[in-house]
Every structure is written in structure tokens, then in C-alpha cells.
């Protein structure tokens, strides 16, 4: 083989060179960032140089970044970089480099992958590199794209804190989305680290739709990027390039300025190579020991840099050529094994063109010393493009039929060869990247790959077989609220593709994912799932082996093939849709049958034991549950399944169960603010998500409203999902403060059907959260009506699950509904129902409204001393749980007891309280109520109005001869506008007059104003 020819004696492999070289090996002459012949630096980039050696020696001293280095191609970003590069390995950095490429496809972070490869594996005191740089399937065990990025980033740390740490990423505009990503989130854990990260990319490659654009704004903002643009070069520049490579002197070094200044136009790149090109030439002339130039004005210049490479490839022979120009195909970087497979060269030609190849500056060795590389990428480029369209489809053939046969070939690289050949066997390839692309989280890098095989297939007339398969990909690869319809629609197509060619594989995985997402929306349940997991476990080993890397579970890692796993996923969903009992009962089998679970599995039935523990009133259960199921995700570093989990914790345990604990609802609402951040900042929650999204129903209990809202106004944009957990929220808020409408429509997101809406088809919580203010608003309303069917789905929902608290709840809803329609009796004995359920399990909360409930229908009834017991324990409880609108709604039912006892004294200063209370939170509704109670207590202690006026209607209209309209008499009053009207006609009515001058004139003249 090619490669021991240049074996040296007693080298290993990795130390083996395909050429002798004298600099470093990453360093490169393609612009005046290169060393100057007799190695004394760079020239006309002290500037430049300056910034990046600032940079390396505060990594040096712990204070790391992230440096990027910008400029358009040929302008000499790589040279400045092999510089920092050799000051660093002199300063005793270890110094990594990776690479991204055009006119291929770079997988799923690929330069990352590539840089982590040429980490020195079994050197002493240097930790071992992370097993998923060679293992996907070790990649997939973090459990998400963040527990990876911690993975490698503390990788890194470690590294660093035995070697300092400088990598290198170059042509940072080509790479994958996985690979920006990361660079984010390592950029800004750089500050207290001795690393330092360099990238470049091209600064004319950028456009406002690259996604490097809208990146760099963030970089800057996050992390405090150091931007290097270098620009391009003087004429002072030019002329200090020219006099580093050639002696010349007198006209000759003016002539020869002016006409590199004038046609490179300050890129050293241009001029280097219009250089060699006067000198093969024999235009640039060496006599002795200086140089002369003769006259170019003879020199037929060609007008494109690409033309002036050409030129200087002419001259390399035609065998040498030929075999340049497969090595461009194969790639910017070509394994020689690769290329002398795909050519059929001797090894003596290979040689030969590689020896010419490095004397013309057109190659050097790669860092692995088995493979070449192209000094730069437009080399390679009019190499590329010198070879007409045909003959290029049949190499990349053949490169991609030699790829595919090795070992393990790269899926992206065989794919993108057999794509630019027009074969449709790219598709395949294309699929597999995918797969492996999603089995390490790069969702975004997955379906690109399936994208571009769809569109691929359907230019071949379907010719891969491959379409159901790339649209189930696709379908499954959606998030998990995200874009239902186009979906489903693309399930559908697959499913009749599989029926069709009889591929009960691809049925099967189907109908597994077409009931994982119906079960949050669209009427499926978790018996569908079950039906799709008996399909799969009928497949043959060997077929069910393909789904690999293809069925996902609830939290997005891969889950097995074997029937626990998928078991487990439908156990999840029987706990997220209310089938508690059947969740636990298969619980209990599947201990049974398999004592040792998968990681993927354990989550899976935390989450379902978490939702049936707190259903069935065993909160102290449900806590050890979610505090296991937190520290698997903070270990795994999934802060978005952690911020979650603190959610669910807060809003179903601790606001249920434990409300009077404050300290633990304040340590739980610190856990769900820091999950929040941390799933921002890796950036698998967008910006748009609150801080606060896990605590809204703390901020409504502890009467931030204002902070509330905007937190739900956040959340709204951050995506249907954070929409519908968040929709209860919304309508409760609503409803206290006065905006019916704004509730109404956020039930009808969450039940289209209304109150004819069947338990088992949605989740379950969330959406019966959303009936109690539904209820509440029609009682409000005196719509019985409408308040009894939503009664009566309530109760077709606890039946169906067995959920206690909501059992609670509606006992004293129904309470609530016969008070309202008369049947006192019928509410005392509900609401004493609701109180024995609320005391075991011990329910403060639900406690509280019941004692309150049952206050008010005692006063109601006259047993004056019953209602002062239950309102001074429902105050107390209001107080423990340290819940100001429940404390002033009692105080408004303590204000009653007081009125009804005749006692307006008592009552008067028990308004004022809950005014204070409820003025700062905009609780219309309540205000209205103080209003009218203080109303009634003022008419039986104040002396009679002329005309029959009432306390009220003097109220208005002192107002109205103020000048004030009735918009803002409403808004002085915490009336309705249409309250205010209603008041003023009577007013109108009883002076017998039609107008508002009529109206001031008789209260000026009795005497009211």
C-alpha cells in the first residue's frame, strides 16, 4: 500500500508521513498570513497576530474563549491560525483541530468528532477520550443532546486542567447545525477554563438565511467572542509579502508591486498565486541571488483566480493531473488507501503525483499521516470543476461503491458521493445517516437527511422503494406537540405504501408512532399503542433489529425493540391519560417478569408511578419518585425534563399536599427556575420560555399576578405544548380577573368537543384542571346548565381514573351548583363530602375552600356560630399557606357573617382588608362583590336619598357630574361599563330626566355633589 512507502523505520502508525516535512504539518503558504522564507514570522498581520497570542496566553492563565476568525477566501485565516497554533504547542498546549467541508456533506458533528479523533488516546496522566467518539450507541445512552454536550464539554475540562487545550475549528460556515449548537454551549463555559477555541469561516460565504448569521449575534452576546475580520492587505502588505519571497529591487520591485496590488487587490491568496504564476512563467526571473521581472504587459492574464490555478495545474502532467482531480471528488481531505483503490494507481504514480502535488503547493499531509490534503479549498475547487459533469458522476460512483464497501463506512460521505453520481442508492444512504444522526441527537442534521433523500427519491420516480420509510422518519422526528396535522398526513401515506408492498416492518413502525402522537391529541389511547407494540413483537428478530434508532419514547431517547421497553412507553401513557390503576397493575408485571430494566424503561415508570401517586393520595410516595426522577435527568442533564418534573411536582404534590410547607415549595420553585435556565441555555427550550413556566401556579397562590401573566403570555409563544400544560393557568387567572371570554377561549383549545370531551384521548391533569374555572364561570353566570354538564364530564373523568383530589374538588363544585340553584341542603351534604376527602389525605388547599363554602352556607342558614367556625379555620388555613386572594376572599365571607349578624362595624374593616388585597391583582370579580357588601351596609346605616336613590346609584352619579364616563366610572368603581349604564338609566328613571346636564343639575341641587 501507498502508505509504507513512506513508513520510517521504528514510527508507529499513527506517526507515519507521506512526505517529509520541515514545518508543521497543519501550517500552509495560501496567503501572507504564511511564514516568510527564513521563518521569522508572519507579515502584515501583526495586528492580527497580536489579538490571538492576547487570547492564548489568558487561556494560558485560565481565562479561556472563544476567538473567531473571519475574512473571505484566500485572505489568510488558516495561516494566522497555524501560527497560534505553533505558539500554543510551544507554550505546551495541546493543540486539536477539526474540519468542516464543502462540496460534501459534513455529518452530524462532524469537525467535533474529527477534532476528538486526533485527541492522544493512552497518554499518561491525560484522561480517556468519551466512548462516543467511536460508538454512537454510546452517544444515544446520554438520554439527550444536552447530557452529551456535558458529556464533552467536561471531557474538555478535564483535559485541560492537566494539558491546556486549544481547538481549532475551520470553515465553521460549513458546518451542521449539531456542531454549531455545541460550539454555543461550550463558548460559554470558556471564561474560568484553560481552553481556547479558534474557528474561522467565511465572512463572503454569509448571508442573512446561513444559519452561522443569526448565530454569530448570540456568540457575541453569550459569551463574550473575540471577532478577528481580517481584512485585506495594503499596499504596504503587499509589497512586505513580495519582499519575503522574492529579492527584487529597484523598477523591477515597483513595477512588480503596482501589478500585484493592482490585480490580487489585497488578497494574498490572489497574489501568491499570480506570483507563481509570473514565475513558471518565466516572467519573474532568478538571476544570481535577486530576481527581475520582465515585461507583463505581454502576460496574458486570466481574469478569475480559479483560471490562474488552472494554469499552474497544466503543468503537472496529465497523469498527475488526472489523479488530483479524482482526489478532488473524493474530498478536501483523501485517505491515500481510498484513492488508490478508486484510481487503480501504481503506487509509484500515487507517489509521483503527491511529490508534484507538494513542490506546487497544491498538497499537504493531513494530520493523521494516511491521507493528503488539498492547501486550499479553491485549489481543490478548480480541480473539481475542471472535470466535466459526466465523467465526475462516474467517480463519485465509484468513490461512493468503495466507501460502501469498508467496514464502517460514514453513511453522509457514501450518501453524498452516490447523490452527486445521480444514483438513487443515495436515498438508502441518506436514510441511515439519519438514523445515526438522530441516535445522537442531531434532530436537525436527521431531517435534513431525509429531506434531501425525499426530494432525491421523488426525482428518481421513487425508484429507492424508500419513500414510507423516509416519511415515517420524518412524522417521528416531529416534536412531540409540534406540527400534528402535516404529520399524520405523512403517516398515512406511509401506512398505504406498506400495505401495499406488504413491509409489515414499516407497518409496524407506523402505527407505533401514529398512536404515540394520536395519544396526545387526536382520540387514540394508550390500547393503540399497545396494538402497534404487538405488531412489532410478531416481526422476525432480524426485522424488528431494522426499527433500531427509529422508535423513540416519551423523553426522545431510542427505545428498544424488545416488548418492556415499548411496555413501558404505553405504561407512561396509561399514567399521563388517567388509567392509574391499569399503570400500576402492569407496573407490577413487569417487575415480575423482568427484574432488570433499561434506564429508558426506569424513567418510564417513575413518571407513570409519579402520576398514579399523587392521583391516589400518597404524596409522600410521589416525592421519593420525582426526587429519583430529578436526579436521573440532572445526572443525564436534561434540565427540560428536570424543569418538567419541578412542575408537575409543584402544581400536583407540593400545591395539593404539602401547601402550608413553605420551605419546600420555595426549594422545589428554585429547582424548577434553574431547570428553566439550564434547558435555555442548552438550548432545548428557546429563548421564548419564562424563566418562571414551572412556578405560575405558585406566582397565582402567592398573589403575583402581574408576574403570572406575563410568565403565561411567554409561554404562549414558546409553543402548543407549553400552551396547553400552561391553559388551567390561564383560565384561573382570567377568571379572577374578570375577562370570561379570554378563560372561554383557552377551554376550547384544550376541549373542542366542550363538555362532551371522553377521559383516556388526552392528558389527563392538565385538561381537568381546565374544567374548575369552567364550572366556576357558569356558576358565576347562574348557567346551570352549562355548569352541569361540565359537572357531569367531571365526574365521567374521576370515574375513569380514580383520582382523589379531583374527587375533592368535585364534591365541592357540586356543592357550589345546588347553592346555586336553592338546594341548600343538597350543598351542605356535598360539601361535607368534599371536607372528609380533603382531611385524608390532608389537603390544605381544597381544605380551605371547603371550610369557606361551608361558612358561607351556614351564614346563609343563620347558624351564625357553624360559620364562624369553619371561616376563622378556612382564615388560618389561607394564612398557613400563605395565599392572599384566599385570604381575602374569606375575609369577605367573615364581612358577610358580620353583616348578617348585624355587626356593620365588624364587616367594614374586614372589606377594606381584602380591597387592599385585591386591588393590586385586578380581581374584578371580588372587587364587584366588597363593592356591593360595602354598598349594603352603607344603605342601612345612611340616611335616605332624594328621589329613592340608592348608596350605589349616588355613587354613580356624584361621578357622572364630575364629568367622568361611563368607561371610567366603571373603572373608578370596579363595575362593568355596562353596570355603570344599567345604574344610570335608573337614575335617569327615578329623577324623570333624559340626560346627563339634568342629572348634574338635580345632585347640584339637593345637594349630593
Not at 464539554?153 to 478535564?158: G, K, S
Not at 438522530?438 to 420516480?461: F, H, K, P, S, W
Not at 377568571?735 to 370570561?740: A, I
Not at 370531551?757 to 381546565?770: D, F, I, K, T, W
Request: aromatic content about 6%.
Amino acid at each position: 500500500m501507498i502508505i509504507d512507502r513512506y513508513t520510517m523505520g521504528g514510527q508507529t502508525r499513527s506517526e507515519r508521513r507521506i512526505m517529509p516535512q520541515s514545518a508543521d504539518e497543519h501550517s500552509t503558504i495560501d496567503a501572507v498570513g504564511s511564514v516568510d522564507r527564513a521563518g521569522n514570522g508572519i507579515v502584515g498581520r501583526e495586528r492580527e497576530r497580536g489579538i490571538l497570542r492576547a487570547q492564548l496566553r489568558s487561556a494560558l492563565d485560565g481565562v479561556g474563549c472563544l476567538v473567531l476568525v473571519s475574512g473571505e477566501a484566500g485572505i489568510g485565516k488558516t495561516t494566522l491560525i497555524d501560527d497560534l497554533a505553533g505558539a500554543a504547542a510551544a507554550r505546551g498546549c495541546l493543540v486539536l483541530w477539526g474540519h468542516a467541508y464543502d462540496l460534501s456533506v459534513t455529518p452530524a458533528y462532524g469537525p467535533w468528532v474529527e477534532l476528538l479523533r486526533r485527541y492522544p488516546a493512552g497518554v499518561e496522566r491525560l484522561p480517556e477520550p468519551p466512548a462516543f467518539v467511536e460508538d454512537a450507541r454510546s452517544a444515544t445512552a446520554a438520554g439527550s443532546s444536552e447530557a452529551l454536550f456535558f458529556a464533552a464539554a467536561a471531557f474538555f475540562d478535564d483535559v485541560a486542567r492537566v494539558q491546556p487545550l486549544l481547538l481549532i475549528l475551520e470553515d465553521l460556515h460549513w458546518a451542521d447545525q449539531g456542531s454549531r449548537d455545541f460550539l454555543r454551549f461550550l463558548a460559554r463555559q470558556l471564561a474560568d477554563r484553560r481552553i481556547l477555541v479558534a474557528a474561522t469561516y467565511r465572512s463572503d460565504e454569509l448571508h442573512r438565511r446561513h444559519p452561522l448569521y443569526t448565530l454569530l449575534p448570540v456568540l457575541v452576546r453569550e459569551s463574550g467572542v473575540e471577532r478577528l475580520d481580517v481584512q485585506r492587505l495594503d499596499s504596504d502588505g503587499s509589497r512586505a509579502l513580495i519582499a519575503s519571497r522574492y529579492a527584487i529591487g529597484g523598477d523591477d520591485a515597483a513595477r512588480l508591486e503596482r501589478y500585484i496590488q493592482d490585480h490580487a487587490e489585497g488578497n494574498p491568496l490572489f497574489a501568491l498565486e499570480l506570483l507563481r504564476s509570473l514565475a513558471e512563467g518565466g516572467v519573474l526571473r532568478l538571476s544570481g541571488d535577486t530576481w527581475s521581472l520582465g515585461d507583463t504587459d505581454r502576460v496574458r492574464l486570466p481574469t478569475l483566480l480559479l483560471q490562474v490555478i488552472e494554469t499552474r495545474l497544466d503543468r503537472l502532467g496529465d497523469e498527475t493531473l488526472s489523479l488530483l482531480r479524482v482526489a478532488a471528488i473524493i474530498g478536501q481531505e483523501v485517505p491515500l488507501d481510498l484513492w488508490q483503490q478508486v484510481t487503480g494507481a501504481s503506487d509509484d504514480a500515487l507517489v509521483k503525483a503527491i511529490e508534484r502535488g507538494q513542490a506546487s503547493h497544491i498538497l499537504k499531509e493531513a494530520a493523521s499521516g494516511t491521507a493528503i490534503r488539498f492547501q486550499h479549498a479553491l485549489i481543490r475547487e478548480a480541480l473539481y470543476e475542471s472535470v466535466i459533469s459526466l465523467r465526475r458522476r462516474v467517480w463519485h460512483r465509484k468513490v461512493a461503491e468503495t466507501l460502501a464497501a469498508l467496514p464502517a463506512p460514514v453513511p453522509d460521505i457514501v450518501a453524498h458521493h452516490f447523490q452527486q453520481a445521480g444514483d438513487v442508492r443515495a436515498v438508502s444512504w441518506l436514510l441511515e445517516a439519519a438514523r445515526r444522526a438522530r441516535m445522537v441527537y442531531a434532530t436537525t442534521t436527521a431531517t435534513d437527511r431525509l429531506e434531501t433523500a425525499l426530494g432525491l427519491d421523488e426525482q428518481q420516480g421513487g425508484a429507492s422503494g424508500l419513500r414510507g420509510w423516509l416519511l415515517a422518519g420524518l412524522a417521528g422526528l416531529g416534536e412531540m406537540f409540534a406540527r400534528f396535522d402535516e404529520r399524520r398526513r405523512m403517516l398515512d401515506e406511509a401506512r398505504d405504501i406498506a400495505v401495499r408492498a406488504n413491509d409489515a416492518t414499516l407497518l409496524g413502525l407506523v402505527e407505533w408512532y401514529r398512536a404515540f402522537i394520536e395519544t396526545h391529541f387526536d382520540g387514540s389511547t394508550a390500547e393503540a399503542l399497545g396494538s402497534a407494540r404487538d405488531r412489532i413483537q410478531r416481526l422476525p428478530s432480524g426485522e424488528r433489529a431494522r426499527l433500531y434508532g427509529f422508535l423513540y419514547g416519551i423523553v426522545g431517547t431510542p427505545i428498544g425493540v424488545d416488548s418492556v421497553d415499548m411496555t413501558c412507553e404505553i405504561i407512561v401513557f396509561q399514567g399521563q391519560s388517567g388509567q392509574y390503576r391499569e399503570a400500576l397493575a402492569a407496573i407490577e408485571r413487569v417487575y415480575a417478569e423482568s427484574p432488570i430494566l433499561s434506564a429508558s424503561a426506569r424513567l418510564d415508570i417513575d413518571s407513570a408511578l409519579g402520576a398514579s401517586y399523587q392521583a391516589f393520595g400518597r404524596p409522600d410516595e410521589v416525592l421519593q419518585v420525582y426526587e429519583r426522577l430529578l436526579l436521573s435527568y440532572r445526572r443525564s442533564h436534561a434540565s427540560d425534563w428536570a424543569m418538567i418534573i419541578t412542575h408537575l411536582m409543584l402544581r400536583d404534590v407540593i400545591l395539593v399536599y404539602l401547601a402550608d410547607r413553605i420551605a419546600s415549595r420555595r426549594t422545589i420553585a428554585h429547582d424548577a427556575v434553574s431547570a428553566a435556565r439550564l434547558a435555555k441555555a442548552a438550548q432545548t427550550f428557546g429563548p421564548e420560555m419564562p424563566d418562571e413556566f414551572g412556578i405560575v401556579s405558585l406566582h397565582l397562590l402567592e398573589g403575583r399576578w402581574d408576574d403570572a401573566r406575563r410568565a403565561l403570555e411567554q409561554a404562549a409563544v414558546a409553543g402548543q405544548w407549553a400552551s396547553y400544560l400552561t391553559a388551567a393557568l390561564w383560565m384561573s387567572l382570567s377568571h379572577n380577573q374578570g375577562y370570561p371570554d379570554e378563560a372561554r377561549a383557552r377551554l376550547s383549545t384544550v376541549f373542542p368537543d366542550g363538555s362532551a370531551a371522553q377521559p383516556g384521548r388526552q392528558s389527563y391533569e392538565s385538561s381537568v384542571y381546565c374544567m374548575h374555572p369552567a364550572i366556576e364561570m357558569a356558576l358565576d353566570d347562574a348557567d346551570l346548565d352549562t355548569a352541569r354538564a361540565w359537572l357531569e364530564c367531571h365526574d365521567r373523568w374521576i370515574d375513569w381514573s380514580g383520582h382523589i383530589p379531583f374527587t375533592t374538588t368535585g364534591h365541592r363544585l357540586w356543592a357550589r351548583y345546588h347553592r346555586v340553584a336553592g338546594d341548600r341542603h343538597a350543598a351542605e351534604e356535598r360539601a361535607n363530602q368534599a371536607l372528609t376527602l380533603a382531611s385524608a389525605p390532608r389537603q390544605p388547599l381544597a381544605l380551605l375552600a371547603t371550610h369557606r363554602l361551608l361558612g358561607e352556607l351556614a351564614t346563609e342558614g343563620g347558624d351564625f356560630d357553624g360559620a364562624r367556625q369553619h371561616l376563622v379555620e378556612a382564615l388560618a388555613l389561607a394564612d398557613g399557606c400563605e395565599a392572599p386572594f384566599e385570604r381575602a376572599l374569606t375575609l369577605v365571607a367573615l364581612a358577610e357573617l358580620a353583616s348578617a349578624e348585624g355587626r356593620p362595624a365588624v364587616a367594614l374593616p374586614l372589606l377594606a382588608e381584602a380591597r387592599a388585597i385585591c386591588e393590586p391583582l385586578r380581581a374584578k370579580p371580588t372587587l364587584e362583590r366588597i363593592l356591593a357588601l360595602e354598598a349594603h351596609l352603607a344603605a342601612a346605616s345612611s340616611p335616605r336619598y332624594p328621589a329613592g336613590l340608592s348608596v350605589r346609584e349616588v355613587e354613580v352619579l356624584r361621578l357622572v357630574a364630575e364629568g367622568l364616563t361611563d368607561a371610567q366610572v366603571a373603572e373608578r368603581l370596579y363595575l362593568s361599563q355596562r353596570t355603570v349604564g344599567s345604574h344610570l338609566r335608573s337614575v335617569y328613571n327615578k329623577l324623570g330626566v333624559s340626560s346627563r346636564a339634568a342629572a348634574t343639575r338635580f345632585a347640584v341641587e339637593h345637594g349630593l355633589v
